[in-house]
Nanobody, 126 residues
Framework: QVQLVDSGGGLVQAGGSLRLSCAAS????????MGWIRQALGKEREVVGA????????IYVDSVKERFTLSRDNGKNTVYLQMNRLKAEDTAVYHC???????????????????WGQGTQVTVSS
């Protein structure tokens, strides 16, 4: 059983920054691609980005490219989402999740993610 704990959300003004963290625990260790999925009020969930196990490759949805950066520290079993130049439309609950091993790299489907964190609220005021 894998447990993921998301943290780091909060209230920030437009143009500001936040760093989200996702701490993983449980067995087996997580040699998996990790993603961040967000859900704004009244909207569908959206896969924001994903990072491979080694941290050498990451992919982002167009709306966050050049603003968000994924990284990971496998020694700490933690994945990070650095969010810069935040916009009001980034307001959402953000979840980290593990990509199912059979899923395609770059998938935009939330259903390809199996273990999820509880989510952390990000609110950007304009």
């Amino acid at each position: 059983q894998v447990q993921l704990v998301d943290s780091g959300g909060g209230l920030v003004q437009a143009g500001g920054s936040l760093r989200l963290s996702c701490a993983a625990s449980g067995r087996p260790p997580i040699p998996s691609t990790m993603g961040w999925i967000r859900q704004a009020l009244g909207k569908e969930r959206e896969v924001v980005g994903a990072i491979n196990w080694s941290g050498t490759n990451a992919i982002y949805v167009d709306s966050v490219k050049e603003r968000f950066t994924l990284s990971r520290d496998n020694g700490k079993n933690t994945v990070y989402l650095q969010m810069n130049r935040l916009k009001a439309e980034d307001t959402a609950v953000y979840h980290c999740a593990t990509l199912h091993r059979g899923a395609r790299w770059g998938t935009r489907s939330q259903y390809d993610y199996d273990y999820w964190g509880q989510g952390t609220q990000v609110t950007v005021s304009s």
